[in-house]
């Protein structure tokens, strides 16, 4: 049998790896909570060893960090989540230029359905959260870029379990769903300064945002 043929089947630290993750960025594990090894051991029902290398990956990548003897969900500080929302901008912007260009009528009617999706989940935050991140993941798949949705991904990994702090007010979900159809309208009529300059303030506003609403 050619190695080539044979399907990669996940370890169970990679399994458990992901759905902590998954449990992280959705806030069912919140920032600064600590985790037992024994009890997510249990929750999955694997040994502990897979959960230790899970959490030493998740370490790795800043999403826990160990102290002394107990393990916790990581809690950024004001001037870190500051820091990565600048990346963000950086970074969107980029992957908006590269996208921008493949944008035609087809991906127009994509994107509005989307958003009209998002419409109907306006007093749903948690699944409207999902969507939002959906429909901004299709905006930068259009830059056939994989490296550039890697980044992107690690990087809103880092923000997405403060972004339930964000989506709980109908407020800003209404606005947000506003600007999308802006930058659906800016995408139509091929205005590429607007939209970049759209897109910087669609970020930052979340940004203030989630620092207003820090404990």
């Given at each position: 049998?050619?190695?080539?043929?044979?399907?990669?089947?996940?370890?169970?630290?990679?399994?458990?790896?992901?759905?902590?993750?998954?449990?992280?960025?959705?806030?069912?594990?919140?920032?600064?909570?600590?985790?037992?090894?024994?009890?997510?051991?249990?929750?999955?029902?694997?040994?502990?060893?897979p959960v230790r290398e899970a959490?030493?990956?998740?370490?790795?990548?800043?999403?826990?960090?160990?102290?002394?003897?107990?393990?916790?969900?990581?809690?950024?500080?004001?001037?870190?989540?500051?820091?990565?929302?600048?990346?963000?901008?950086?970074?969107?912007?980029?992957?908006?230029?590269?996208?921008?260009?493949?944008?035609?009528?087809?991906?127009?009617?994509?994107?509005?359905?989307?958003?009209?999706?998002?419409?109907?989940?306006?007093?749903?935050?948690?699944?409207?959260?999902?969507?939002?991140?959906?429909?901004?993941?299709?905006?930068?798949?259009?830059?056939?870029?994989?490296?550039?949705?890697?980044?992107?991904?690690?990087?809103?990994?880092?923000?997405?379990?403060?972004?339930?702090?964000?989506?709980?007010?109908?407020?800003?979900?209404?606005?947000?769903?506003?600007?999308?159809?802006?930058?659906?309208?800016?995408?139509?009529?091929?205005?590429?300064?607007?939209?970049l300059a759209l897109t910087t303030?669609?970020?930052?506003?979340?940004?203030?945002?989630?620092?207003?609403?820090?404990?």
């Open positions: 049998m050619n190695q080539k043929d044979l399907v990669a089947v996940p370890t169970l630290a990679q399994e458990v790896y992901t759905r902590i993750r998954e449990s992280i960025m959705n806030g069912d594990l919140s920032p600064g909570e600590k985790i037992s090894i024994r009890k997510m051991a249990e929750r999955y029902g694997v040994s502990t060893m959490l030493n990956k998740l370490q790795s990548e800043g999403f826990v960090h160990f102290e002394r003897r107990s393990i916790y969900v990581s809690k950024l500080s004001a001037k870190d989540l500051i820091e990565i929302f600048q990346i963000r901008i950086n970074l969107e912007k980029m992957a908006m230029e590269w996208s921008y260009p493949n944008i035609g009528e087809k991906e127009i009617d994509e994107l509005t359905k989307m958003v009209k999706e998002m419409d109907l989940h306006i007093h749903a935050p948690i699944e409207w959260n999902v969507l939002n991140k959906q429909f901004h993941t299709k905006i930068y798949s259009y830059s056939h870029s994989k490296p550039m949705l890697e980044m992107l991904n690690a990087v809103w990994g880092r923000v997405d379990p403060y972004m339930n702090i964000y989506s709980t007010s109908s407020y800003y979900l209404s606005l947000s769903q506003k600007e999308h159809y802006q930058v659906i309208d800016l995408m139509k009529n091929k205005e590429i300064d607007s939209l303030h669609h970020i930052q506003k979340t940004c203030d945002a989630v620092l207003d609403k820090l404990p």
